[in-house]
């Protein structure tokens, strides 16, 4: 680690750069770990991040970022339709790990996410935590359709490349189709559907050992019988396949659905503008359409990515080539998932961390001038638009302050806060999400002037926004800083 972080601060004072101290370097091992629909796998990655001094800012940044190892990959295991193989998966993370020479200590972040069908299954939720727990010391439980999106459009490099057009990202998994239209480095909107290439699949017999409910309503749509130990045909899979490419070009076009397909939608409909975009495949189709691959794995991406380029023309899109296709999504869930605050927060306790799960809720704040009332307000409305009164659960409030930080103004946002205690007095530790370096001014303010009881945790100079999830890790060594992952927690 400590070679890695000189050799960077030598390049950068080689590039004329102003020197960098240690303490505005830091390195962590990030892993991510997929498990899909039709195949599980992992990956780890190296971060390196910079303090942005010369901006005034206290905040970390990733300004590097270096893939470690690549797992195989692994048809995900199923005891039964309905049950994940937790002993099978959890041999070969386990054998991942040690072909990586790494131990779960050393991981510093990361994220599991449990994407496509295999989310609906039954020990699902269960799994995925039981491998974030032991993946190391800040791995998250992580997933949902818009943040598998968001991840794979990270992982392909559309968002990377976005910088001078407008990228249409297309993740095809197993089980969904994943939709991202990313505009200058921004993803500007996020859809998906239940279509799939592992959503009917067969044995080495031909016999049909997999149907998934959307795979079940596709075929009686179009007229393919369909028995779980039966056979099916050759032409009868050409015939599904081209269905569901049907469906799902009616969704990428962004035109109007068919009941069925508004049906297999899992995420709004996506009207937004493609005129002039590139368009991206990525996910295990995509290996079929960019000729990466041609082996057939009992299921039915091959034929599914022939029927796709058989229709792209009609879009009128140019096809570009991603940095990557299936491993799109682990390399997301490796090197995206992170945000670092800044090194001004507050703890009241040390051992107050990590915690996981909050919800986000962001008050609308207002005004010339901050009131105390004014904030307390802007409390109530949102626990009251989020049923928080009736039904209180854990939350990182977020506020995001329009005023000059003066001690008037923070004075008055930390009595704001202290008036709407009652709301959610029964939360210890007290959770303040700032956009603004703020945080430790913030949380001294409430703990040590203002008295309040509960302990306080305040982080600073991270993006959130209403119904994100976060957690929150443990300070990073001598950096001050916390690992904060946001995220989308979503299992159906």
Same mark, same amino acid.
């Given at each position: @680690? ?9 390049? !950068? ?19 991510? =770990? ?8 992992? @990956? ?29 990959? *692994? ?5 039964? #339709? ?51 727990? !032991? ?69 080495? !017999? ?24 039966? %056979? ?11 269905? @569901? ?18 049906? /297999? ?38 034929? /599914? ?7 792209? %023309?009609?879009?009128? /899109? ?8 299936? #491993?799109?999504?682990? =390399? ?14 507050? *703890? ?6 990590? =915690? ?28 009251? #638009? ?10 990182? /409030?977020?506020?995001?302050? %329009? ?48 008295? *309040? ?35 989308? *927690?979503?299992?159906?």
């Amino acid at each position: @680690m400590h070679d890695d972080l000189e050799e960077y601060a030598d390049r !950068q004072e080689e590039e004329g750069a102003v020197p960098h101290k240690h303490s505005d370097l830091m390195e962590l091992v990030s892993v991510g =770990i997929d498990i899909g629909s039709s195949t599980s796998h992992l @990956m780890f990655s190296r971060l390196l991040l910079e303090r942005r001094g010369r901006e005034f800012s206290s905040r970390f940044e990733v300004v590097e970022r270096e893939s470690l190892f690549r797992s195989p990959i *692994l048809l995900t295991p199923y005891r039964d #339709r309905d049950t994940i193989d937790t002993e099978a998966l959890a041999q070969f993370i386990n054998r991942s790990y040690a072909e990586a020479g790494v131990e779960s200590s050393q991981v510093d972040t990361g994220a599991v996410i449990c994407t496509g069908e295999a989310v609906k299954k039954r020990n699902a939720e269960a799994i995925v935590r039981l491998f974030a727990d !032991q993946g190391g010391k800040f791995v998250c439980a992580t997933a949902g359709p818009n943040l598998e999106t968001v991840l794979a459009a990270h992982g392909s490099g559309a968002v990377a490349h976005s910088r001078d057009s407008t990228i249409m990202n297309v993740d095809i998994g197993g089980g969904t189709c994943k939709l991202a239209i990313v505009k200058n480095g921004a993803i500007l909107e996020t859809a998906c559907i239940n279509v799939g290439s592992r959503l009917v699949a067969w044995d080495t !017999q031909g016999q049909v050992n997999r149907i998934e409910e959307a795979g079940a309503n596709i075929a009686s749509w179009a007229g393919i019988p369909l028995e779980l130990g039966k %056979p099916l045909s050759q032409q009868n899979k050409v015939a599904l396949a081209e269905a @569901m490419a049907q469906l799902l070009f009616e969704f990428l076009e962004g035109k109007g659905l068919s009941p069925l397909a508004e049906e /297999l939608l899992i995420t709004p409909f996506s009207r937004y503008v493609r005129d002039g975009a590139r368009l991206y495949f990525s996910g295990g189709v995509s290996e079929y359409i960019y000729g990466r691959e041609v082996q057939d794995y009992g299921d039915l991406g091959r034929l /599914l990515a022939e029927s796709i380029q058989k229709r792209v %023309p009609v879009l009128g /899109l140019k096809v570009g080539e991603p940095d990557e296709g299936l #491993r799109a999504t682990v =390399i997301g869930a490796s090197q995206y998932t992170i945000q670092v605050s800044s090194s001004t927060i507050y *703890l009241s306790r040390k051992d107050l961390l990590p =915690i996981r799960d909050l919800l986000v809720v962001a008050p609308l704040l207002e005004g010339v001038e901050p009131s105390a009332d004014g904030v307390a307000n802007a409390i109530e409305r949102v626990f009251m #638009r989020f049923d928080l009164m009736e039904h209180p659960r854990p939350v990182a /409030l977020s506020l995001r302050c %329009p005023w000059e930080n003066s001690y008037t103004t923070l004075k008055n946002l930390g009595l704001g806060v202290l008036q709407a205690k009652a709301l959610w007095g029964h939360q210890n530790p007290f959770v303040l999400v700032f956009d603004a370096d703020i945080g430790r001014l913030v949380g001294a303010l409430l703990k040590e002037e203002l008295a *309040l009881e509960q302990e306080v945790v305040a982080i600073d100079e991270i993006t959130v926004g209403d119904l994100d999830f976060i957690d929150i890790g443990e300070e990073l060594g001598y950096s001050q800083a916390v690992p904060v992952v946001v995220k989308s *927690l979503v299992f159906r």
